[in-house]
């Protein structure tokens, strides 16, 4: 069935160090894929997203590209700031009404 | 421009009584989901309401049920309650009946079964 897993966390570190998060999916149909972040306190927020096989989506430095051929779409940042710090999910929607996420993954990320 | 919004912020029930959650869309928004998150997991698709009628529903037994007022604001309503129905309860709202991949989070009820 349809499916998202993602690194397990928590990940910790330092401050402008590099960032990946991976991310695959087993879906049917073509799905769009999101990353959404969850904030100490907060409710999800939609980060970024991509529609189609090679899309790349970007938002407040982090980036993702649609990767159809490995059904994954890796979440990255060049410099993690401490405010990075959250719990990010990764997730796609196939057009039945539902998106599906992943069980998220915990950045911790220090001065 | 208010986001979504939920009442309440918190609850704390006990085993066997009832709980109505209410969502508040975005505005310009005519559709809304409910999803259960569990400490420390993903969020979990219960239903989808849209034009007042449940569309899609996710693996829930009965006890998880719903309505939406011609206002497009929705209520949540849990009978029963089991101890493992503890869980952030987040609701998200999308336009254009739901056919937009896009939803919007509100901030969650968070609810306590003891």
């Known amino acids: 069935g349809d499916s998202v897993t993602q690194m397990e966390g928590p990940v910790t570190l330092s401050e402008e160090a590099f960032l990946t998060i991976n991310c695959t999916y087993t879906a049917t149909g073509y799905p769009s894929l999101f990353w959404y972040v969850q904030y100490p306190g907060e409710g999800l927020q939609l980060l970024l997203k991509?529609?189609?096989?090679?899309d790349k989506g970007s938002n407040k430095g982090f980036e993702a590209t649609y990767r159809k051929e490995t059904t994954s779409f890796h979440l990255e940042k060049g410099s993690v700031q401490v405010s990075d710090s959250a719990v990010y999910f990764c997730a796609f929607y196939t057009g039945g009404f539902k998106t599906i996420f992943g069980a998220g993954t915990r950045l911790f990320v220090k001065a | 421009d208010a986001g979504v919004t939920q009442s309440p912020t918190h609850l704390i029930k006990t085993r066997g009584q009832q709980v109505t959650l209410r969502c508040s869309p975005k505005?310009?928004?005519?559709?809304v989901s409910w999803y259960q998150q569990a400490l420390g997991q993903g969020p979990q698709f219960i239903f989808q309401y849209y034009e007042e009628e449940e569309r899609q529903r996710g693996n829930f037994p009965d006890r998880f049920s719903g309505h939406q007022f011609p206002n497009y604001s929705s209520e949540l309503n849990v009978n029963a309650l089991l101890l493992g129905d503890s869980a952030l309860y987040l609701c998200a709202s999308s336009r254009d009946g739901g056919g937009t991949d896009t939803q919007y989070f509100g901030p969650g009820t968070r609810l306590t079964v003891l």
């Open positions: 505005s310009g928004h005519d559709t």
């Open positions: 991509a529609t189609k096989a090679d």
